[in-house]
């Protein structure tokens, strides 16, 4: 059941401002409706609930001005911030879009006051936390009338409510492996707070296992719900987008048999199927025939109302050479690039594009750098949609945590089923007698690559991520400070400042040890 269409509409995208839930003195955090309908007043159908919906997901996605979630900065955050992927300053791209996580050169709170990660997640939830109010409240004209409309709203706000919960968490708290969770988390609040209470809302932070908790409640009251569509629905969340995401927490927490069992599910009743290898590279474009096969959640843009300018992830991604303009921000590692390239019958090497341009060939060659999974519509990377959540990753969360449980038929089962459908090279291959470990990683690098999962997978492991150890093994790198060269999760800098700004008009907010003002 398609509910509403064209989601991302500009018109749409400012209806519902955040709640506020941290320092409660930013003007993104103000609760009324930008259209000006008093906060009591502005939800009071099922039709301004899905106005309402609407806005929510122009929240994750962004614009020009809020490029701090899935619209650009979270995919380098997972992508940059680790070993697969790096900014193009070798090239002599000098912007501060990719260069920020991938040198890592910040010691202060103050640095992440424009560059963190925080305003849109609770953008998010702000959002999330009116719509559920406003479908809980019994107050909409229509609630009889109009119950399963009303209830699919609020269990699509639940999940997205839940994953901007979830990536806050594994920015700013410790790896939920490496303590249980005992560690702090963000501050969150499942209430709608008034703009009467805004100067006084002074929220402290839970644990990273208070924060988890939350993500649980949400994710399985939306899967338990029965509202949430089974069928396929891109650009919207369904039974499977949310069950996709419970998944990805679950293998955060080390939960491998909940992991599985979700992951299976998923896996055996979703209408959702891999790409094959003659479909791998075409299926990335919105406008092929087989893009949705495997593609659980995206990002959806409609027209030059929708994009998220030039500001957005695809363009970050794209280099700008005479094809098709881009921004030429992020690259592929030499390291990255070497390892996809071992094995020349991998299909995977052709989603990445040699240079066009005379001084990126300077540096990388003709070797493949270049990130495509957002490709250029009509010479434009802005209208591509921006895959979030896709069935290769559940095959390999299936993978992982069967094989952690000791059951290594079952890991090569879905391993091999990435592998099939990706090389035509059958020595690559695994059996329950030969699959490891690093190599269900190392599959797991190449098929998430430049999707914003590398990093959070090396700290949920504790594994530490090597940029390069000497100037021999330098590859494409710029010079890097020693501690940004190589470092797992017990460096300080491997979680984020929360933004000074935050923590000055909220006192009860403690800054993550290791950072000074």
């Known amino acids: 059941m398609k509910v ?14 955040a709640t506020a839930l941290t320092s409660c003195v930013n003007n993104w955090l103000d609760l009324e409706p930008a259209d000006g309908v008093e906060e009591n007043a502005g939800i009071t159908n099922s039709d ?15 614009n020009n001005s809020l490029i701090d979630y899935y619209g650009a900065r979270m995919f380098l955050y997972g992508d940059v911030h680790a070993d697969d992927m790096q900014s193009n300053e070798m090239a002599g791209t000098n912007s501060n879009r990719a260069t920020f996580y991938y040198t890592m050169e910040y010691t202060t709170g103050t640095s992440f006051s424009s560059n963190a990660i925080w305003q849109s997640p609770y ?15 019994g107050q909409l004209a229509d609630k009889d009338d109009a ?5 699919n709203y609020k269990s699509q706000a639940l999940v997205l409510r839940a994953m901007a919960l979830f990536d806050l968490a594994r920015v700013y708290g410790k790896p939920y492996t490496e303590d249980s969770g005992a560690s702090l988390g963000v501050p969150f609040t499942k209430d709608v707070v008034s703009a009467a209470d805004i100067a006084t809302c002074q929220l402290p932070r839970l644990t990273v296992k208070e924060n988890y908790d939350q993500v649980l409640s949400d994710l399985n009251a939306a899967i338990s719900s029965n509202a949430l569509t089974e069928d396929k629905d891109q650009g919207y969340i369904n039974l499977w987008a949310a069950k996709a995401l419970l998944s990805r927490v679950y293998i955060t927490m080390g939960e491998w048999q909940k992991a599985l069992e979700v992951s299976e599910d998923i896996i055996k009743n ?7 290898k003659d479909q791998y590279v075409a299926a990335w474009s919105k406008s092929n025939a087989a893009h949705e096969n495997e593609m659980i959640f995206e990002i959806k843009i409609n027209d030059n109302n929708d994009w998220t300018d030039r500001v957005g992830i695809a363009y970050l991604y794209s280099e700008n050479c005479d094809s098709h303009v881009g921004y ?27 240079s066009e341009n005379e001084d990126d060939k300077a540096v990388y060659g003709d070797n ?11 010479g ?6 921006v895959p979030m959540m896709r069935l290769s990753e559940v095959y390999l969360t299936a993978a992982e945590c069967a094989f952690n449980l000791g059951d290594k038929a079952t890991a090569a089962k879905y391993l091999n089923a990435i592998i099939e459908n990706r090389t035509s090279d059958e020595t690559k291959v695994v059996t329950a007698d030969n699959i490891t470990k690093d190599r269900i990683y190392i599959e797991r690098r190449k098929e998430l690559v430049g999707e914003g999962q590398r990093y959070f997978d090396c700290l949920r492991r504790g594994e530490k991520i090597v940029r390069y150890t000497s100037e021999a093994d330098q590859g494409w790198h710029q010079i890097l400070n020693p501690e940004e060269m190589s470092f797992d999760r017990d460096y300080y800098k491997a979680i984020s400042a929360i933004p000074q700004s935050e923590i000055n008009a909220n006192p009860n907010i403690k800054q993550n040890e290791g950072y000074g003002e």
């Open 123 to 137: 953008i998010v939830i702000g959002r999330a936390n009116r719509i559920i109010a406003a479908a809980d409240g």
């Open 368 to 378: 493949k750098v270049w990130l495509n999974k957002m490709p250029a519509v009509n």
């Open 328 to 354: 030429s921000d992020a690259v592929a590692t030499k390291s990255f690039v070497d390892m996809l390239s071992s094995d020349p019958k991998d299909v995977r090497n052709n989603v990445f594009l040699a």
């Open 48 to 62: 301004n609930l899905g106005t309402a919906v609407a806005g929510l997901y122009a929240g994750v996605k962004g």
């Open 147 to 151: 119950a399963a409309t009303i209830a």
């Open 270 to 276: 979703s209408p959702y199927q891999l790409w094959t």
């Open 4 to 17: 509403f269409k064209f989601i991302y509409k500009a018109t749409l995208c400012a209806t519902l401002s």
């Open 380 to 385: 434009d990377p802005r209208y591509s949609n």
